[in-house]
């Protein structure tokens, strides 16, 4: 059974086609004679994890604009109404398929006092990775003895 689409869910969908539209375009010009599927694949997977971050760090980090904002003399409440009334703007774009733009607009509010690249510096993704990487590092070491002697240059898999 096809199942049509609302022009509401097609508006949704553009932002999702053109970002892989804007793919496609890039892996035509990287693709050539000898390119192999993984490095395929890891570009793709790095051009969406970027997308990712781009899009939600900025909500993730509100609350440490806003503490940097309290360091300088900001009022928490004030700060906190402003930070809630531009993420609910910022998300009712993305529902609306365009792109959030929250750093844009908390950039904007001079009752935050902080720059578009004061801003950005708090958004710096290696503040927000947790312990993530010494937890890699014990998994890597853990299994270091099941991937002793394995040969991973050698594509196929026989089961």
């Known amino acids: 059974m096809i199942e049509l689409k609302t022009a509401k869910e097609i508006e949704e969908m553009k932002p999702a086609g053109r970002f892989v539209g804007e793919i496609l375009k890039e892996l035509k010009a990287m693709t050539k004679v000898g390119t192999n599927l993984l490095e395929i694949d890891e570009y793709v997977h790095k051009k969406i994890v970027d997308r990712t971050i781009r899009e939600y760090l900025p909500f993730l980090a509100t ?4 503490m940097e904002a309290v360091k300088r003399g900001g009022d928490r409440q004030a700060l906190h109404e402003v930070i809630r009334q531009c993420s609910m703007e910022a998300t009712a774009r993305m529902k609306n398929g365009e792109e959030p733009e929250l750093l844009s607009a908390l950039a ?14 708090i958004l710096d993704a290696s503040l927000y990775i947790g312990r993530c990487p010494e937890q890699v590092e014990r998994f890597l070491k853990k299994i270091e003895p099941l991937l002793d002697g394995a040969d991973i240059s050698e594509s196929e898999i026989t089961l």
């Open 108 to 121: 904007e509010r001079p009752e935050l006092g902080l720059s578009r690249d004061e801003l950005a510096g």
């Open 63 to 66: 609350e440490n604009i806003m």
